[in-house]
Structures are given as structure tokens and as C-alpha cells.
């Protein structure tokens, strides 16, 4: 059986220096504009995009991205909206994306929630 394909690593098969990794907060500024920014940032030429999880105690983050997490949880942003929002864009962004958060998060929200709808994600190729 033939392995699914891992956007991760077909990006460094073809492209193994030199990779353009843009980061963003999810939600932020405002979360109805996540499709539009996934959409922009690989317009733009990103090679792979971190999705930031908001989290209300980012203190190792430093002061922007403390901010741009307030800002998007202050207007409803969850794990459950950002793992539905990635399944709507699934089909249409085609850079691999990348979580990146804290594990006070999974742990929240479970730990085996979190790697079903991650792995689900991720399948979807």
C-alpha cells in the first residue's frame, strides 16, 4: 500500500535550503480573514506556514505575539474553530502548515482529541 503524501517532506525533497517558513497567529486580526491570509501567504511565496494557537499565557513568546493571541482569543478564537477552519482550506492551500503552540493546549483540549484532528488533517492530502 502506497504511503499517503507528507507535504512536509515533499518540500525538502525538492527544496532542501533556502525555505521561506512564515509564521501568523491564528485569528488575528480577525479570525473570518484565516482563509484569506493561508491564501495570501502562499500567493506570496511562503514554502511553509506556522499557524500559531493562541493561548491566553504565551509568556516565552515575547510582546507581538502575546498581543496578536489576546486580540484573537478576545474574538472567539479555539482550537475546535482552527481545526475546523484548516479542514475548510484543506483542499485549496496546498503549502503544508504547521501548528505551533504550547502543551498546556493539547492538554486541554486532549491529547488524544488533538492528535485524531491533527492526524485527520493531515491526511488529507
Do not use: C, H
Request: no cysteine; aromatic share 10%; glycine share 8%.
Amino acid at each position: 500500500m502506497e504511503q499517503p503524501s507528507n507535504r512536509i517532506q515533499d518540500l525538502f525533497q525538492r527544496k532542501p535550503e533556502g525555505v521561506l517558513n512564515i509564521y501568523f497567529t491564528a485569528g488575528y486580526p480577525d479570525p473570518k480573514d484565516f482563509p484569506a491570509t493561508l491564501s495570501a501567504l502562499e500567493e506570496a511565496g511562503a514554502d511553509l506556514i506556522e499557524i500559531g494557537m493562541p493561548y491566553s499565557d504565551p509568556l516565552a513568546d515575547g510582546p507581538t505575539i502575546q498581543e496578536s493571541g489576546a486580540a484573537a482569543l478576545r474574538k472567539g478564537t479555539t482550537l475546535p474553530w482552527l481545526f475546523d477552519q484548516i479542514q475548510v482550506v484543506r483542499e485549496q492551500i496546498r503549502t503544508p502548515l504547521i501548528l505551533m503552540g504550547y502543551f498546556n493546549q493539547v492538554m486541554q483540549y486532549g491529547e488524544a482529541r488533538f492528535s485524531q484532528n491533527a492526524k485527520r488533517l493531515a491526511s488529507t492530502d
